[in-house]
């Protein structure tokens, strides 16, 4: 036999082990095994070490699968997404962002829920990943977008308190004076006027509309009128002091549309012209026409592009049906254009800057006679800066009382127009502007 602590070869029966001494009557044996315990703990240990295996085996299998299920939950509500099946996209996003996916999945989801107008769960996956993501500029417009539209919710609640905590919140993001003027608005019981008299409502949309000079004075003002939809309709402009308003437009204005009111003074009478701008889905221009006071067409501008949505031909036709037409080459970045008017043929050429944008147009008659040519300049910001023209004999310049001009300088805010000073060859200002949101521009002519 053997003995069960040292593992010696004994006699079968002894009551001690001749090699270590211990005792082996039956007391002393209870609770040991038949192996000596240095081999019961080696046993123990292989028994352990498996086990761990396993363990660590199992451990890595589901984490593997977790993060493939991650994986697959992003990229089918990425899938989604681009699909534009936002209900699908939020449901799989979610799960993504449940278990664990990185900060581009929680910002999928907030565009999501902004898309489908679930505005309480947007604005929380917004304020979740906004931290991270503060300069991403989708993952802003798409808080401040959130913050807006909440804001009117509760406006059209008549809960002014909640809608005043999301304006602040859109202005902290934007820092967009529209949103501060829109706060004052509620602050002031349902309207706010600046310190150029212009009157604004809680849609933040001007009821009065004040073109103004460089030091503040009143050249004009306009009074607007909106529809049901929050369209403006009609508009009366009237000179201070004068008795005389006159109603200049009663238009189908939509989202798509804006308009350039120019006027020009004589007396305590004057005339105007308005310009209507639309665009097409891709805020491409699709058609600018141009009206007098007696709402009779002056130009139209018809403009048309190819399927890649580069422009392709431009018709301008006059109140008596005269025509002249543009032809482009339908590319991103055309060099020349043909113009066409009566018997003649023009050629323009046209120069980029490094960002793509349009920085001079040449117009030549027989490429040897230069009758137009425009110089654009642009700020840092890639916001227009000013435009120098000399028009020596352009058919079909659109009509305009001291429409001869050599430069005009546009003031930016926050990317935003905000006022525009045009001058004559002679360097006198002969016009004054400013931008007003939801409508357009409105211009006054001095004729000096």
């Known amino acids: 036999m053997k003995c069960p602590y040292c593992g010696a070869e004994i006699e079968d029966g002894s009551k001690f082990c001749t090699n270590c001494g211990k005792s082996l009557e039956d007391d002393d044996l209870l609770g040991l095994g038949d192996e000596p315990p240095k081999k019961s703990m080696e046993k123990a240990m292989r028994i352990l070490v498996i086990a761990a295996a396993i363990l660590a085996t199992v451990i890595i299998a589901v984490t593997l699968g977790v993060r493939s299920f991650i994986q697959r939950e992003y990229q089918k509500g990425v899938e989604a997404y681009e699909n534009q099946n936002y209900e699908a996209a939020a449901s799989a996003l979610k799960h993504a962002v449940r278990w664990g996916h990185n900060e581009q999945a929680h910002a999928l989801l907030a565009h999501s829920y902004y898309r489908l107008g679930r505005l309480d769960e947007a604005y929380a996956a917004y304020e979740a990943v906004y931290e991270t993501m503060s300069e991403d500029p989708e993952v802003v417009s798409g808080y401040a977008g959130t913050c807006e539209k909440l804001a009117g919710k509760y406006i059209s609640e008549d809960d002014m308190e909640k809608a005043v905590v999301y304006l602040k919140k859109e202005y902290e993001l934007t820092e967009d004076e529209r949103v501060a003027r829109r706060i004052k608005a509620i602050e002031g019981g349902g309207s706010y006027i600046d310190e150029h008299g212009n009157v604004y409502n809680l849609a933040v949309q001007p009821e009065t509309a004040v073109c103004y000079d460089e030091s503040g004075k009143e050249l004009y003002h306009v009074e607007l009128v909106y529809g049901p939809q929050g369209q403006w309709q009609t508009a009366k402009a009237a000179l201070p002091g004068a008795d005389k308003k006159t109603v200049f437009g009663t238009f189908d204005w939509n989202e798509s549309a804006q308009l350039e009111l120019s006027v020009y003074p004589d007396g305590n009478e004057f005339s105007w012209i308005s310009e209507k701008q639309e665009y097409n889905s891709d805020s491409r221009v699709k058609k600018i026409t141009s009206l007098s006071e007696a709402s009779r067409q002056i130009l139209t501008f018809d403009y048309s592009h190819n399927s890649k949505g ?75 800066q000013e435009v120098t023209v000399k028009n020596s ?29 045009v001058y004559n060859e002679a360097g006198n200002v002969i016009a004054r502007g400013c931008y007003v949101d939801g409508c357009g521009w409105l211009m006054m002519y001095t004729g000096s």
């Open 310 to 384: 580069f422009l392709e031909k431009e018709t301008v036709t006059s109140n008596d049906g005269e025509t002249m037409k543009i032809e482009f080459t339908g590319e991103q970045y055309p060099d020349h254009a043909v113009i066409y008017y009566k018997d003649d043929k023009y050629i323009a050429v046209l120069t980029y800057n490094a960002d793509g944008k349009i920085e001079s147009v040449t117009v030549t008659k027989n490429l040897i006679q230069t009758v137009y040519k425009e110089i654009i300049v642009y700020s840092d910001d890639g916001s227009l």
């Open 393 to 421: 004999g352009m058919p079909m310049s659109l009509w305009k009382p001291y429409g001869s001009y050599s430069r005009t300088v546009t003031e930016y805010s926050a990317h935003q127009p905000v006022s525009r000073t």
